[in-house]
Structure formats: structure tokens, C-alpha cells
């Protein structure tokens, strides 16, 4: 007689089952990873969107430092369904708190020395040209956040593994992890920001989202500084049925208009979406961008975060109308070398004369027809990661990586991945462009030190 076949119930759950339950868990005033949550209102003839913003619990206290203003972690979520935003905002959130949460526990801990004794001591720090990121105009000028990096100064290092090979170095703590606060003593090379972090359920998908977003930023600030030429895309067959969504939902108002933003020698698509209002509507223009290994997909979450920038952009556009009246905003020119935030930024390039620089930047392509780009990579995320750490190997790059997961993170059944690289770009603060950095030779050099438009 044969054993009986046990059956294991599988319970499938829809989406936005799934997405309020995670929030469930992560949003509480008192003890939640998000202590607020909230939405924007459309304008009547707005596309049916839905945009969504959170507010991180206080990692400010791990660092004894005062509560920063409301929106300042820039946690946003946005979709044409409910579930497109609100778990994009809980994924968010997750990257913001790990980046701190490793900080807190320790688990990456940090060497104090500088840099010349670091070398002394035989320890794989990076050479001191990796970290030439300003010209000395940019250094001299007043209030520019920045110092010089200086080889006898201490500064905080820590252990990192590499993608590429099976060493490790020692890089500056300052740059890989958002938490970390410099000493008094330690010179203020550049912004730590979240660029090459993701969060997912899948590990590989997390390394495979955190590695895209690496050359999406990449791409995106050596195209601005740059002199590459970007193209416009020409919706075809090949886009079709993001073209008819698009059809569907931006019809009356100003379509939105796609640009392939080609890398140098690292794979994948990033795609900049302009979206424009209409003649004397403001924001006048808003850019966004997208990533992957699929163009529709690129082309899809270019527009998902444009749907997000333009809203962020009404926010900032009329917060530097009430500065200008106070006396609080630089005016003309001064102004583009004090934005030391990325959202003043966005809110320049809503008004006429600031998307009249956008518009002027993005005019410098060629058409084509979707079809004649590059075709998709439809191998598994695995196969992607793979392709993707190669690239970085041919070329010469180093990359390095740290897995970022908190217990409270884990429980949740997610991981955070951080990837970092010293040879590409990182978002910088648009009034802080790192002209001097050796990866704008692969853009044509340095040449637009315009603010970039990017949040």
C-alpha cells in the first residue's frame, strides 16, 4: 500500500494585499521604520496617478544630531496603481534605514588614520588620486561644503569586499555609508548618498536593482557634465504597449518624451524622461530617470519617478517663491552655486528659465527609432549581475559591495544590497559637481557646470 502524498496549502495573496501588509508591520507613530505617511492630490486633468511620500523613524538620534525637516530622506513612491506606489515608498524606506542601521550596530567597523599611515601600515586603502573630486575654483569658493582631500588628516576607513576579484579594500567610510557622520578632525570629501542601494525580497534582485541604479547615476551625470549625445527615442513596435498605455492616460494633456542615455562601456538601459506642462504651467518641465536590462522597462520607470520629480517640483518651485520674498534665496546666477540640497535643484528647473537649460541640454540628440537600440538582456537576474561585474572587470573598475540587512529588515524578508564604485559618478549635490574626477574622460570631459536636475 502506497504512503499517502501530503499536500502543503500555498496561500496566494494580490499585490495590494501584500503591500498593506508590509505596511502594516513598518508604519507606527511610535516604533515604526515610517512614523508618517501621505499622499499628493492631482489637478482635475492630471493622469490618474498616484504619488506617495513617508517619513523615516529617527536615525537622526543614533547620530545625536536635531531632526532633519519633514521630506528631507526624500522617500517617495509613485504609480498608476496603488501598489506601484505604496510599495516603492516601503522599499525606499527600508534602503534609507539600512544605510544608518549598519552605522548603529557596528557591523562594519571603522579604522581612524590617515591616510599616509594607512599606506605605512600595508593596509589596501585606494590610491589618493581616486579621491580628486573638486577643482580648486570650486574648493575656494564660499560656503562650498567641500574639502580638499589631504593624505595626513585622519579619516574614517572601513573593510569592504570586492565583485570584481577576491580581495578587499579600505575605503573611505564617509562615502559608502549614508549613516556615518565625519569627525571634527576629518576633512568632508563628498556626500555619502544612496546611489547603488536596493532592497528586495530576492538577494540577487537587490544586487541586480542596486548595480543598475550604479550606472543609471553614472550614465545620467556624465551625460549632464558631459558632452555625450543622448537619443530621443521614437516610439515603434517595439514599445507598443507602453505607448498605448501612455495613449491612454496622457491623452489632452502634453505627451512625455524619452531619451536613451548611452554608457560609455557598462551595460544596460538608462532612460531620462522629460515630462512638460503646458505653455505657462508650472513645472514647465520635469526629468526623471529609469534603468534595466528591458528599453520598455527603462522606459516605463523614467516615467514612473518623473511623475514623482513633478510633484516634488510644485513642492520646491513655491518654497523658493516664499524664500525669494524673505530674503533667503541667492538671486540670479548666485544661486546656481548654492543648491545644496536635490530639491532646490528640481524646483529651478521648474520655472521657465531654469527648463529652458533643460531643454537646451536634451536638444543636443539624434532620433531613433526604438527598435534600432540595443536589444533587451532577457536572461535570468543571476545571468544580468553576472554580465553586469564583468563589464566592470573588462574595463578596469574596481566595485565593491556589502550586504546592508538588518535583523528588524530581514524579519521583514527583505535585503539590502550597497554597491560602490570609485572609477563611475555618484549623485552629487547639483551645486557640487566633482569636475576634477577621472570618469568624465569617458564623457568627453567635464564641460556643463550647470546644477543637474536630478533628485
Avoid at 239 to 262: C, D, K, S
Avoid at 338 to 367: H, I
Wanted: net charge negative; charged share 20%; aromatic share 10%.
Amino acid at each position: 500500500m502506497s504512503e499517502a502524498t501530503t499536500l502543503a496549502p500555498r496561500v496566494f495573496r494580490d499585490e495590494d494585499e501584500r503591500a498593506w501588509s508590509l505596511q502594516a508591520r513598518m508604519h507606527n507613530r511610535l516604533c515604526g521604520l515610517i512614523t508618517s505617511m501621505g499622499g499628493f492630490n492631482r489637478h482635475l486633468r492630471a493622469p490618474r496617478l498616484f504619488v506617495e511620500g513617508a517619513e523615516l523613524t529617527g536615525v537622526h538620534l543614533w547620530q545625536d544630531r536635531s531632526a532633519p525637516k519633514p521630506g528631507s530622506y526624500h522617500i517617495g513612491g509613485y504609480g498608476f496603481v496603488p501598489f506601484e506606489s505604496r510599495i516603492r515608498v516601503l522599499g525606499e524606506t527600508l534602503e534609507r534605514y539600512a544605510g544608518h542601521a549598519v552605522v548603529a550596530e557596528g557591523r562594519l567597523p571603522v579604522t581612524i588614520a590617515s591616510h599616509t599611515e594607512m599606506v605605512r601600515r600595508g593596509e589596501p586603502v585606494l590610491e589618493a588620486e581616486a579621491f580628486a573630486f573638486f577643482e580648486r575654483t570650486q574648493l575656494s569658493r564660499k560656503d562650498f561644503l567641500y574639502q580638499a582631500f589631504d593624505p595626513a588628516a585622519p579619516m574614517g576607513w572601513i573593510r569592504v569586499p570586492s565583485l570584481t576579484d577576491d580581495t578587499e579594500a579600505m575605503v573611505p567610510a564617509q562615502q559608502f555609508l549614508l549613516g556615518y557622520l565625519p569627525a571634527a578632525e576629518e576633512p568632508w570629501l563628498v556626500s555619502a548618498v544612496t546611489t547603488g542601494t536596493a532592497a528586495h525580497t530576492s538577494p540577487t534582485a537587490a544586487l541586480s536593482g542596486a548595480l543598475h541604479e550604479l550606472v543609471q547615476i553614472d550614465t545620467a551625470v556624465g551625460h549632464w557634465h558631459g558632452t555625450m549625445t543622448s537619443v530621443l527615442i521614437e516610439p515603434d513596435h517595439r514599445l507598443g504597449a507602453l505607448q498605448a498605455f501612455i495613449n491612454r492616460h496622457y491623452q489632452g494633456t502634453v505627451a512625455p518624451e524619452f531619451h536613451y542615455l548611452p554608457n560609455p562601456d557598462l551595460p544596460g538601459f538608462t532612460v531620462a524622461c522629460l515630462l512638460r506642462s503646458r505653455a505657462g504651467v508650472v513645472p514647465a518641465v520635469s526629468v526623471g530617470l529609469g534603468s534595466g536590462s528591458s528599453l520598455q522597462r527603462a522606459v516605463y520607470r523614467s516615467l514612473l519617478e518623473t511623475v514623482g520629480v513633478q510633484a516634488l517640483a510644485n513642492w520646491s518651485f513655491f518654497q523658493a517663491q516664499l524664500d525669494a520674498a524673505d530674503g533667503k534665496l541667492a538671486a540670479g546666477e548666485e544661486r546656481l552655486d548654492t543648491m545644496f540640497d536635490l530639491e532646490s535643484n528640481v524646483g529651478y528647473y521648474a520655472s521657465p528659465e531654469g527648463a529652458q537649460k533643460v531643454e537646451e541640454r536634451f536638444a543636443r540628440s539624434v532620433r531613433l527609432p526604438a527598435n534600432d537600440l540595443p536589444a533587451d538582456d532577457a536572461r535570468s537576474s543571476r545571468e544580468i549581475v553576472r554580465e553586469v561585474v564583468d563589464a566592470f572587470r573588462r574595463t578596469g573598475k574596481r566595485l565593491y559591495w556589502n550586504d546592508l540587512t538588518s535583523p528588524d529588515i530581514r524579519d521583514l524578508g527583505f535585503t539590502v544590497m550597497r554597491v560602490w564604485s570609485p572609477d563611475t559618478l555618484s549623485l552629487p549635490l547639483p551645486s557640487a559637481p566633482p569636475a576634477a574626477h577621472r570618469r568624465f574622460a569617458g564623457y568627453g570631459g567635464f564641460v556643463n557646470p550647470l546644477p543637474h536636475p536630478y533628485p
